[in-house]
């Protein structure tokens, strides 16, 4: 059984690295790039078994170090994938080379255990450097796509399917199974292990392939244009450089609320930014301080309080009775049922269903 799994995971691991690498859908191709070289020094860990399956006996440490290396560089790598999701302009500071101490040292403790002939302690050294190694990075991770969830409401509509959520869930995965791998070490109870970790190992694997292959572009804005927003949402109420005059923001505001209420754009599920900009005469930019500016909100929760009161207005309707809740978000610009549920219930304290019971008792 555990031959098998070995090889389906060794496998699938190789041929979704090629995939993302090659990038066919071509659609975030820095990020795509730095993920498949994740999966390629992931599938590097299942080496070992698959030389024993083809009777290929290595012993070299010259072979195996550098191996050895590019396994330490893995937790690494993702991070840097994760990064060029969340900006893919993302550029390299000093401060960044830091994360490579940590395979270096990884790497000099290996070099210096197997001098010692795998020494007990080293080995225990090696494994819980191995583990904090890992936990350092996936905490990274973690914060890097919490920050990005909140930039790309400063652009879209509707974040279903570029708010990395699949790789938010591989994370709790991988964290997860990265914690029950150091305790069964620990605990030196490695034949059950075994099994165990591929299984896990390749269902992470498969959901990644999954939500890899129908992944969407994420920034559909250029470079500058994004950078212009995120700067201006970072700077401070006092430094914020002003774009339109206090008298012009006024009848602006008016304006926008005037399209939004005669265009209805809110409807079309794919609003973004740059189209509602365009429908003003603006630029992405400018559109945005306004709303910040007016509203004291992002582009998302602007857009999605218009697709909420949609709703609420299509609820009460007696004659809507034979839609769905679902069919009125999906009418209203929803295009997700997790993000309409969790935006309806962030606006109106309460969730669609309990709304709608609450209107029919009136």
């Known amino acids: 059984m555990n031959t098998l799994v070995v090889i389906l995971l060794f496998g699938s691991l190789l041929l979704l690295s090629f995939l993302l690498i090659s990038n066919p859908v071509n659609v975030n191709k820095k990020a795509n790039?730095?993920?498949?070289?994740?999966?390629?020094?992931?599938?590097?860990?299942?080496?070992?078994?698959?030389?024993?399956?083809?009777?290929?006996?290595?012993?070299?440490?010259?072979?195996?170090?550098?191996?050895?290396?590019?396994?330490?560089?893995?937790?690494?790598?993702?991070y840097y994938s994760i990064a060029y999701y969340a900006n893919p302009n993302f550029r390299y500071g000093r401060k960044d080379f830091i994360h490579f101490l940590f395979p270096i040292i990884l790497l000099l403790v290996l070099m210096v255990n197997q001098f010692?002939?795998?020494?007990?302690?080293?080995?225990?050294?090696?494994?819980?450097?191995?583990?904090?190694?890992?936990?350092?990075?996936?905490?990274?991770?973690?914060?890097?796509?919490?920050?990005?969830?909140?930039?790309?409401?400063?652009?879209?509509?509707?974040?279903?399917?570029?708010?990395?959520?699949?790789?938010?869930?591989?994370?709790?995965?991988?964290?997860?199974?990265v914690a029950f791998i150091g305790i069964y070490n620990l605990l030196f109870v490695e034949a059950d292990l075994n099994l165990f970790a591929n299984i896990v190992s390749l269902s992470i694997v498969y959901f990644i392939a999954y939500n890899s292959l129908k992944q969407k572009e994420?920034?559909?804005?250029?470079?500058?244009?994004?950078?212009?927003?995120?700067?201006?949402?970072?700077?401070?109420?006092?430094?914020?450089?002003?774009?339109?005059?206090?008298?012009?923001?006024?009848?602006?505001k008016e304006h926008l609320i005037k399209l939004m209420d005669d265009q209805k754009p809110y409807l079309d599920s794919e609003l973004s930014l740059a189209q509602l900009a365009e429908l003003m005469n603006f630029t992405p930019?400018?559109?945005?301080?306004l709303i910040n500016a007016a509203f004291e909100e992002s582009f998302f929760w602007f857009v999605n309080r218009y697709r909420v009161?949609?709703?609420?207005?299509?609820?009460?309707?007696?004659?809507?009775?034979?839609?769905?809740?679902?069919?009125?978000?999906?009418?209203?610009?929803?295009n997700s049922k997790t993000s309409f549920n969790t935006t309806f219930k962030k606006i109106s304290g309460q969730t669609p269903s309990e709304f709608k019971k609450n209107g029919a008792a009136l």
């Open 218 to 252: 994420i920034f559909l804005l250029d470079e500058n244009e994004r950078n212009l927003i995120i700067s201006s949402e970072e700077q401070t109420e006092i430094n914020k450089r002003k774009l339109i005059s206090d008298d012009e923001l006024e009848s602006q």
């Open 116 to 177: 010692y002939s795998d020494n007990a302690d080293l080995s225990l050294v090696l494994n819980a450097l191995v583990i904090i190694q890992a936990f350092y990075f996936i905490v990274l991770s973690f914060i890097k796509i919490q920050k990005h969830k909140q930039r790309i409401r400063l652009f879209t509509s509707n974040t279903f399917q570029i708010d990395l959520k699949w790789l938010e869930l591989i994370i709790h995965a991988i964290f997860t199974l």
């Open 285 to 289: 930019h400018q559109l945005s301080y």
């Open 33 to 78: 790039f730095w993920f498949g070289l994740v999966l390629f020094f992931w599938s590097s860990f299942w080496l070992e078994e698959i030389f024993v399956l083809i009777r290929l006996d290595i012993q070299s440490n010259l072979f195996w170090l550098p191996i050895r290396f590019f396994q330490f560089l893995t937790p690494v790598v993702f």
């Open 309 to 334: 009161q949609r709703v609420k207005e299509l609820l009460l309707d007696k004659e809507n009775e034979h839609l769905t809740i679902l069919g009125i978000a999906f009418e209203s610009g929803f």
